[in-house]
Each structure stands twice: as C-alpha cells, then as structure tokens.
C-alpha cells in the first residue's frame, strides 16, 4: 500500500478545493504509473490517497471516502464485493466497455471515468463523488406521497403491484436486479423496499446485508417476496432484520393490507394518514 500525503489545494475551484483537502481516496486495479499519476494529482488538491490489493474490497468502508476502480484489472469477485459496498464508487474505463455492460457497472457505480482522462476531469469527478448531496432524493418526511421500491425481475408481478399501489396514493420506483435495487435505494431513499429473494447480479437477501450495513440505509423498511419458504431464507432474513417476509402469489388486497402496514410502521411518516383505507374492500385473512 503506497499513500500520498495532502499538502495545499491549488489551481481548483474554491469548493472543489474545500471539499477534497483532506479527503481518502482508495485506488483498486492501476499499476504503479497510473497510481502515481493519481497520486500526484490528488496531493496537489489536498487528498489522501492510497493503493491497496483488490482482495482488502470487502474492507471498503473503512478504505476511504471514496474508491476509485480501474474496471479491466478487476477480478468478478473483487468487482461484486466494489458493486455491494456502501463506499461511493467512481469506475475508469474505456466508454464502450460500459456501454457493452463490462461487469454491469452502469448499474451500480456512482460514477464514471473515460479512459483516457485528464487530471482536471478526475478531479470533478472524485468532487462529485464526495461532495454533499444534492437536493435531489426527498426525505419521506417531504414527499407528499410514500415511496415503496418494488425490486424484482418478473415483470408481471411489477406490474400487478403497481396496479394496486398506485391508485391508493402510494408512488413506485421500479428495479429488476439486485445492484439497481441498491443503487436506487440510495437515490432515493424510499419509505419502503420490498426485495425478491431471487434476482439477477446479487440477490435479496444480499441487498438487505448491503442496506443493513450502509448507515444511510440502516434503518429502511424491508420486505423480502419470495415463491418459497424455506428454512434457512426465513432464518437469514430474521437475522438481517427483514420488517416482514411475503409468499408469492399473493392476492392484490394481501399485498395492499401487508405494504400499507409496513408503511405505517416506518418513522418518520405517520403513512396511516397519508394513505386512503381500503374499507370498502373485504377483510382478507392472512
């Protein structure tokens, strides 16, 4: 492991400046060239930079403010453990190799780097990865509807329990694999999550590990669907902390009764009020 030390930011604009002085920065897949040239670009911003084997991936929350991946040198393991992080993520590679789906990193990198690059632009890009958020994920406190992410990649079912939740003043965002889940639950930051066991890229109970982990996601409301019952899915997802486990096929006042619960148990939103009882509906035993 090599490490840059910070020295004064200049030749940045003051906020990128504020905002990188001091920052760390962990470097995966760049040989010692590449990484030098990382270094010196960072240390005359102020960052903190350090290089590290792919194998210390699992460790990445404690590895920096941000990691910085070179997508071609990176092993499949060492990119799913980069894809389930809850460490911001920036990926260099040539464009088409994320256009053609390259390790499926358009679905969960926080951003993006065109090899070839130029010190200027990987400085705006790490800035973007680190600075604060933007206003553009709106707390359920602030929405005027609560907001369920529906994860799953049979399109029937979305679109049965769209169908349902909608029209009861409840608002969907959709994913249909494992990493969009993720990469949407941090977008958005809805009221509600309800994650099939069986999807593609990483599967439900591996996003409620990674949401559990993440302490902007800690505390999200899960719900796990799933065709079957077995045992030890049951197990694990009492031990991640799963808020309630859903058995396909349900009918669509089940699935109604059972998300407007949940919702209603989430802090801060008192949901009770804000969604429409379904009174006239018959009561169903569950």
């Not at 909608?166 to 941090?186: E, V």
């Not at 109970?205 to 302490?215: C, G, K, M, S, W």
């Not at 859903?246 to 699935?255: D, F, I, Q, R």
């Amino acid at each position: 492991m090599s490490t840059a030390q910070p020295s004064a930011p200049r030749h940045t604009a003051p906020e990128i400046a504020a905002t990188l002085v001091g920052r760390r920065f962990g470097l995966f897949g760049f040989d010692a060239a590449e990484s030098g040239r990382i270094y010196a670009v960072l240390h005359d911003a102020g960052g903190v930079c350090s290089r590290f084997e792919q194998t210390w991936l699992n460790e990445s929350a404690y590895l920096g403010d941000a990691l910085l991946l070179k997508l071609e040198r990176l092993s499949p393991v060492a990119l799913r453990a980069a894809a389930i992080s809850s460490t911001p993520v920036l990926v260099t590679a040539p464009v088409e190799s994320v256009l053609h789906g390259s390790a499926g990193a358009y679905g969960w990198a926080a951003d993006f780097l065109a090899e070839p690059w130029s010190d200027a632009e990987l400085l705006v890009r790490l800035f973007r990865l680190v600075a604060p958020p933007a206003a553009n994920a709106r707390s359920s406190a602030e929405r005027s509807q609560p907001l369920v992410l529906l994860a799953d990649d049979d399109s029937a079912w979305i679109s049965l329990a769209e169908s349902v939740l909608r029209p009861h003043g409840i608002s969907c965002c959709i994913a249909t694999d494992g990493f969009a889940a993720l990469r949407s639950a941090r977008q958005f930051l809805p009221d509600l999550v309800v994650l099939d066991l069986k999807m593609p890229g990483i599967d439900g109970l591996q996003v409620l590990e990674t949401i559990r982990q993440d302490p902007r996601l800690s505390n999200l409301s899960v719900a796990l669907l799933t065709g079957c019952d077995e045992s030890a899915d049951v197990d694990r997802a009492a031990a991640l902390r799963a808020d309630d486990y859903l058995l396909k096929p349900l009918s669509p006042t089940v699935l109604l009764n059972r998300i407007r619960r949940l919702l209603a148990a989430s802090p801060p939103r008192q949901v009770s009020e804000a969604v429409p009882a379904v009174s006239s509906e018959p009561a169903v035993q569950e």
